[in-house]
Protein backbone atom coordinates (compact mmCIF):
# COMPACT_ATOMS: atom_id res chain seq x y z
CA UNK A 1 0.00 0.00 0.00
CA UNK A 2 3.15 2.52 0.48
CA UNK A 3 4.47 1.95 -2.05
CA UNK A 4 1.47 2.57 -4.39
CA UNK A 5 1.06 6.08 -2.48
CA UNK A 6 4.39 6.55 -3.17
CA UNK A 7 3.70 6.38 -7.00
CA UNK A 8 0.67 8.40 -6.92
CA UNK A 9 2.41 11.34 -4.98
CA UNK A 10 5.24 11.01 -7.51
CA UNK A 11 3.55 10.81 -10.54
CA UNK A 12 1.66 14.00 -9.23
CA UNK A 13 4.48 15.88 -8.17
CA UNK A 14 6.01 15.04 -11.62
CA UNK A 15 2.70 16.30 -13.66
CA UNK A 16 2.92 19.49 -11.48
CA UNK A 17 7.11 19.95 -12.53
CA UNK A 18 7.81 18.47 -15.39
CA UNK A 19 10.91 18.27 -16.42
CA UNK A 20 12.48 20.30 -19.65
CA UNK A 21 14.89 19.78 -22.10
CA UNK A 22 17.30 22.46 -21.81
CA UNK A 23 20.65 22.69 -23.96
CA UNK A 24 23.40 24.49 -21.87
CA UNK A 25 26.46 25.94 -23.56
CA UNK A 26 29.47 24.45 -22.41
CA UNK A 27 32.07 27.01 -24.20
CA UNK A 28 34.03 26.48 -26.57
CA UNK A 29 30.83 26.23 -29.60
CA UNK A 30 30.61 22.47 -27.56
CA UNK A 31 26.93 22.15 -25.43
CA UNK A 32 24.95 19.59 -23.93
CA UNK A 33 21.28 18.83 -23.10
CA UNK A 34 19.72 18.49 -19.89
CA UNK A 35 16.58 17.63 -18.27
CA UNK A 36 16.17 19.93 -15.46
CA UNK A 37 13.25 21.60 -13.42
CA UNK A 38 14.26 25.39 -13.25
CA UNK A 39 13.05 26.73 -10.37
CA UNK A 40 13.24 30.81 -9.18
CA UNK A 41 14.67 32.03 -5.91
CA UNK A 42 12.36 34.78 -5.98
CA UNK A 43 8.37 34.46 -6.65
CA UNK A 44 5.78 36.91 -6.04
CA UNK A 45 1.78 36.51 -5.83
CA UNK A 46 0.63 39.68 -6.94
CA UNK A 47 -2.85 40.86 -5.53
CA UNK A 48 -4.70 44.30 -4.86
CA UNK A 49 -5.16 45.91 -1.60
CA UNK A 50 -8.73 47.05 -2.56
CA UNK A 51 -11.44 45.17 -3.93
CA UNK A 52 -12.51 45.12 -7.55
CA UNK A 53 -13.52 44.32 -10.77
CA UNK A 54 -10.02 44.13 -12.91
CA UNK A 55 -10.57 46.74 -15.50
CA UNK A 56 -7.56 46.08 -17.96
CA UNK A 57 -4.52 44.01 -18.11
CA UNK A 58 -1.33 45.52 -19.58
CA UNK A 59 1.05 42.13 -19.34
CA UNK A 60 -0.03 38.59 -20.81
CA UNK A 61 1.26 35.45 -19.46
CA UNK A 62 4.92 34.58 -20.72
CA UNK A 63 5.59 38.32 -21.01
CA UNK A 64 9.26 39.91 -18.90
CA UNK A 65 8.29 43.16 -16.99
CA UNK A 66 10.49 45.25 -15.06
CA UNK A 67 10.17 46.47 -11.39
CA UNK A 68 7.41 49.28 -11.86
CA UNK A 69 6.09 48.01 -14.70
CA UNK A 70 1.82 48.29 -14.70
CA UNK A 71 0.43 45.09 -14.52
CA UNK A 72 -3.60 45.48 -13.99
CA UNK A 73 -6.20 48.09 -13.03
CA UNK A 74 -8.49 47.31 -10.87
CA UNK A 75 -12.14 49.48 -11.26
CA UNK A 76 -13.32 50.43 -7.46
CA UNK A 77 -15.71 52.63 -7.49
CA UNK A 78 -15.91 52.82 -3.85
CA UNK A 79 -12.70 54.13 -3.57
CA UNK A 80 -13.42 56.71 -6.66
CA UNK A 81 -16.46 58.13 -4.49
CA UNK A 82 -14.10 58.35 -1.37
CA UNK A 83 -12.28 60.46 -2.71
CA UNK A 84 -14.52 63.10 -4.13
CA UNK A 85 -16.47 62.80 -0.63
CA UNK A 86 -13.27 63.51 1.02
CA UNK A 87 -12.13 66.76 -0.96
CA UNK A 88 -15.95 67.85 -0.69
CA UNK A 89 -15.55 66.89 3.32
CA UNK A 90 -12.24 68.41 3.16
CA UNK A 91 -13.46 72.05 1.55
CA UNK A 92 -16.38 72.11 3.51
CA UNK A 93 -14.10 72.01 6.88
CA UNK A 94 -11.91 74.68 5.30
CA UNK A 95 -14.89 76.75 4.69
CA UNK A 96 -15.83 76.27 8.34
CA UNK A 97 -12.37 76.96 10.03
CA UNK A 98 -12.10 79.95 7.87
CA UNK A 99 -15.52 81.32 9.03
CA UNK A 100 -14.44 80.62 12.81
CA UNK A 101 -11.24 81.98 12.43
CA UNK A 102 -12.63 85.28 11.16
CA UNK A 103 -15.71 84.96 14.08
CA UNK A 104 -12.44 84.49 16.45
CA UNK A 105 -10.63 87.83 15.21
CA UNK A 106 -13.57 89.77 15.79
CA UNK A 107 -14.74 88.95 19.37
CA UNK A 108 -10.66 88.87 20.05
CA UNK A 109 -11.59 92.87 18.84
CA UNK A 110 -14.68 93.12 20.28
CA UNK A 111 -13.39 91.49 23.93
CA UNK A 112 -10.70 93.75 23.98
CA UNK A 113 -12.67 97.14 23.36
CA UNK A 114 -14.48 95.69 26.30
CA UNK A 115 -18.00 95.10 24.10
CA UNK A 116 -17.87 91.39 25.12
CA UNK A 117 -17.43 89.36 27.90
CA UNK A 118 -13.93 86.63 27.97
CA UNK A 119 -16.58 83.57 27.90
CA UNK A 120 -18.38 84.77 24.89
CA UNK A 121 -14.24 85.43 23.44
CA UNK A 122 -13.37 81.84 24.44
CA UNK A 123 -16.35 80.51 23.33
CA UNK A 124 -15.51 82.05 19.86
CA UNK A 125 -11.97 80.83 20.34
CA UNK A 126 -13.04 77.23 21.15
CA UNK A 127 -15.26 77.15 18.21
CA UNK A 128 -11.97 77.99 16.13
CA UNK A 129 -10.04 75.40 17.23
CA UNK A 130 -12.67 73.19 16.91
CA UNK A 131 -13.20 73.70 13.36
CA UNK A 132 -9.14 74.10 12.98
CA UNK A 133 -9.03 70.43 13.73
CA UNK A 134 -11.90 69.46 11.82
CA UNK A 135 -10.23 70.89 8.61
CA UNK A 136 -6.90 68.72 9.18
CA UNK A 137 -8.99 65.64 9.94
CA UNK A 138 -10.33 66.32 6.51
CA UNK A 139 -6.92 66.81 5.02
CA UNK A 140 -5.94 63.59 6.29
CA UNK A 141 -8.79 62.09 4.87
CA UNK A 142 -8.74 63.31 1.94
CA UNK A 143 -4.56 62.07 1.44
CA UNK A 144 -5.73 58.80 2.66
CA UNK A 145 -8.43 58.77 0.14
CA UNK A 146 -5.83 59.54 -2.75
CA UNK A 147 -3.48 57.27 -1.37
CA UNK A 148 -5.50 54.16 -1.40
CA UNK A 149 -6.72 55.61 -5.28
CA UNK A 150 -3.39 54.66 -6.12
CA UNK A 151 -3.94 50.90 -4.86
CA UNK A 152 -6.22 50.70 -8.59
CA UNK A 153 -3.07 50.23 -11.06
CA UNK A 154 -1.09 47.20 -9.34
CA UNK A 155 2.64 47.78 -10.67
CA UNK A 156 5.58 44.86 -11.09
CA UNK A 157 7.06 44.21 -7.66
CA UNK A 158 10.36 43.07 -9.25
CA UNK A 159 11.86 42.32 -12.34
CA UNK A 160 10.37 38.91 -13.68
CA UNK A 161 8.09 36.76 -16.26
CA UNK A 162 4.29 36.82 -15.97
CA UNK A 163 3.85 33.15 -14.63
CA UNK A 164 0.29 32.75 -14.59
CA UNK A 165 -2.84 35.07 -14.91
CA UNK A 166 -5.51 33.79 -12.34
CA UNK A 167 -8.17 36.22 -13.25
CA UNK A 168 -9.82 37.87 -16.37
CA UNK A 169 -11.11 41.42 -17.30
CA UNK A 170 -14.43 41.70 -15.44
CA UNK A 171 -13.05 39.28 -12.74
CA UNK A 172 -13.99 39.98 -9.18
CA UNK A 173 -10.09 40.45 -7.27
CA UNK A 174 -10.26 40.23 -3.46
CA UNK A 175 -7.51 41.98 -1.53
CA UNK A 176 -5.11 39.53 -1.07
CA UNK A 177 -6.23 36.85 -3.63
CA UNK A 178 -3.30 36.20 -6.57
CA UNK A 179 -4.15 37.99 -9.79
Do not use: H
Not at 2 to 23: M, N
Not at 85 to 114: H, I, P, T, V, W
Not at 115 to 132: C, D, I, P
Amino acid sequence: MRKIAFFVSVAALSLCAAPKLYTVDKGSGASAELSAVVYSKNESAVSTKIGGYIKKFYVEEGEAVKKGALLFEVDAPSVEAGVVSAAANSAAAKAAYMDAKKDMERYKNLFEKGVVSEKEYERAKLNYEVKNQSYIAGQAFASQAKGEQGYTSVRAPMDGVVLKKYLTVASLANPGQPV
